[in-house]
Nanobody, 125 residues
Framework: QVQLVESGGGLVQAGGSLRLSCAAS????????MGWFRQAPGKEREFVAA????????NYADSVKGRFTLSRDNAKKTVSLQMNSLKHEDTAVYYC??????????????????WGQGTQVTVSS
């Protein structure tokens, strides 16, 4: 079982950048596909990005493609989401998830077994 802790959220102006990190403890980190999801007030949690176990394959939602970059460091058991050119509509709680059995192409929540507590990202317009 892996435990996940997100950090790096905050308040930023539109056009700015933030870097979110997710640290894993316990479990074999390199055995998990890692993903980021977000949930805005009144909306369902939605897929943002995912990265394969080796880090060689990434998958992004169309809404963030070209602005967000996902990377991982298996030695440090961390995954990072660099968010650039932030928009007001990126405002949400961002969650890190771990997917043990699937692939980075799976964007549904049901494929992710473990979740962090979330970190708030607020983009002022």
């Amino acid at each position: 079982q892996v435990q996940l802790v997100e950090s790096g959220g905050g308040l930023v102006q539109a056009g700015g950048s933030l870097r979110l990190s997710c640290a894993a403890s316990a479990g074999t980190f390199s055995g998990y596909v890692m993903g980021w999801f977000r949930q805005a007030p009144g909306k369902e949690r939605e897929f943002v990005a995912a990265i394969s176990r080796s880090g060689g394959i990434t998958n992004y939602a169309d809404s963030v493609k070209g602005r967000f970059t996902l990377s991982r460091d298996n030695a440090k058991k961390t995954v990072s989401l660099q968010m650039n050119s932030l928009k007001h509509e990126d405002t949400a709680v961002y969650y890190c998830g771990a997917n043990l059995y699937g692939s980075s192409g799976q964007i549904e929540l049901r494929f992710y077994e473990y979740w962090g507590q979330g970190t708030q990202v607020t983009v002022s317009s």
